[in-house]
């Protein structure tokens, strides 16, 4: 589990793909490998990865071709930057919401813009993740805890002060790029009870 709260802005290292996956490497200058073992869970730009060989400053993590299928990591190249964040502890504070780190797919960013201090985005979601989606619940976009302005058909809106945008990848979206998307954990779930209930 994850809380959604970036601990570095880190970036792929090197990338190799083989039939049905590819293995990365990230790297990172302010992030504590020294903490991380082989085997521990990382979530990077929101999908929770086990770190299959770690070094001074960098993991290297298998990258599956489901999570390849249902996240933005088949367009990512060696040198791109990623959002990254060590698993939860039960001993600590939960500053986001909770974030499983299972992306439940790919989203498009709609429209960007000024207001105030902060930027606007609007996020256009996949049809079958729309119903999970409410105004004021939270959603994880490249692992960042996001809290939902509104949400009209298919597109919802985001408010994002300029400090997230500084410390994330987010301060690099334009429009037209694609991002991952986690809905709320408890809504699905929810949804999961209710369709067992009534079966």
Do not use: W
């Amino acid at each position: 589990m994850f809380t959604g709260i970036i601990q570095a802005l880190g970036s792929i290292k090197t990338k190799v793909a083989y039939d049905k996956g590819a293995v990365f490497s990230f790297t990172a200058t302010d992030f504590d490998f020294s903490s991380i073992a082989i085997g521990d869970s990382i979530a990077v730009n929101g999908v929770c990865l086990t770190a299959i060989e770690v070094g001074s400053d960098f993991f290297k993590a298998d990258v599956s071709q489901e999570t390849l299928d249902c996240s933005i990591f088949s367009q990512l190249e060696q040198g791109a930057k990623v959002n990254l964040e060590k698993a939860l502890k039960l001993n600590q504070g939960i500053d986001g919401h909770l974030v499983s780190g299972h992306v439940d797919g790919i989203a498009r960013v709609s429209e960007q813009f000024s207001e105030g201090e902060s930027t606007r985005f609007k996020i256009n979601a996949p049809d079958n993740l729309v119903k999970y989606i409410a105004r004021k619940g939270s959603v994880c976009i490249n692992g960042v805890s996001l809290t939902v302005n509104s949400i009209v058909g298919n597109t919802f809106d985001l408010n994002i002060v300029p400090h997230t945008l500084s410390v994330t990848t987010l301060g690099e979206l334009t429009i037209g790029d694609q991002v991952n998307l986690e809905v709320d954990i408890i809504a699905r779930h929810l949804e999961q009870l209710l369709n067992n209930k009534e079966s």
